[in-house]
């Protein structure tokens, strides 16, 4: 049988995975789901959890080892950061096999890429927390690591702890850092409020001849009324604080 017709899935009896193809016995609504290991005939079927079942993809992990529907594969795909690890969940979307990152709406196609560089390291059934905390927000983590539901992550910190506290007072001290702005950022915004000189250009042709055009002396933004008052005193564009006062 082909890898692509295989399926998996979790025995009644016991919860162990079984590989092979898929069978089902019975009538609608009372039926039962069998799995016959490709290593068995015909006459050799394990019950399964129809629940559990996971179609494979075909395609194998850096490891060769097969994907299936729900496995969690991990990478370190940044040459320039590789400590940097990404995670994600292969699912069937649409006309074809994706990986996704929860919390993320985009579907990337499960390609060769992802068998050379990827590794099969758990499933959405048996490990979900393998992907706890991927695609979170700022907020959603600070909301993850003060809730009281929450016992110990895979760092082991729990959130009445001397560490778990820092790391929470880390990240509210990094949000409001972000909403100020930069160290560059903030000296940026305060230069622009230094007003300068407005660029004023005679128009030479056409229907407006001898009027002006006026412009912003950062950003070269033109304001769309041939009145300097219209411009405005701050560049619709950059925000450049602008003086008109020496002109005519």
């Not at 629940?51 to 795909?77: A, P, Q, R, V, Y």
């Not at 099969?120 to 048996?126: A, E």
């Not at 778990?164 to 990240?171: D, E, H, R, V």
Request: proline share 3%; aromatic share 10%.
């Amino acid at each position: 049988m082909e890898d692509r017709y295989l399926c998996k899935a979790k025995r009644t009896n016991n919860g162990e995975w079984v590989i092979g193809g898929l069978v089902r016995y019975g009538f609608t609504g009372r039926e039962k789901y069998y799995i016959v290991p490709s290593y068995a005939s015909d006459l050799y079927a394990l019950e399964i959890d129809p629940s559990t079942i996971c179609w494979c993809t075909g395609l194998k992990d850096k490891n060769g080892k097969l994907i299936f529907e729900n496995d969690i594969l991990s990478g370190h795909i940044d040459v320039g950061f590789p400590e940097d690890e990404t995670r994600k969940r292969v699912v069937w979307h649409e006309n074809g096999w994706c990986t996704n990152e929860p919390g993320c709406d985009d579907y990337e196609a499960l390609d060769d890429f992802d068998s050379e560089n990827f590794e099969v390291i758990g499933n959405m059934i048996d490990n979900p927390e393998l992907l706890e905390g991927v695609g979170m927000t700022e907020n959603e983590v600070l909301e993850y690591l003060k809730s009281s539901k929450r016992k110990n992550d895979m760092l082991g910190i729990l959130p009445e702890s001397d560490i778990g506290n820092t790391i929470i007072k880390a990240l509210e001290e990094l949000k409001q850092y972000r909403t100020i702005g930069t160290v560059e950022e903030c000296r940026a915004a305060v230069e622009k409020q230094t007003a300068r000189k407005g660029i004023r250009e005679k128009i030479k042709n056409g229907y407006n001849r001898g009027m002006h055009h006026y412009y912003c002396p950062v950003c070269y933004e033109k304001g769309d009324l041939r009145n300097k008052y219209n411009v405005g005193l701050y560049c619709s564009g950059c925000g450049q604080k602008l003086d008109w006062g020496d002109e005519e």
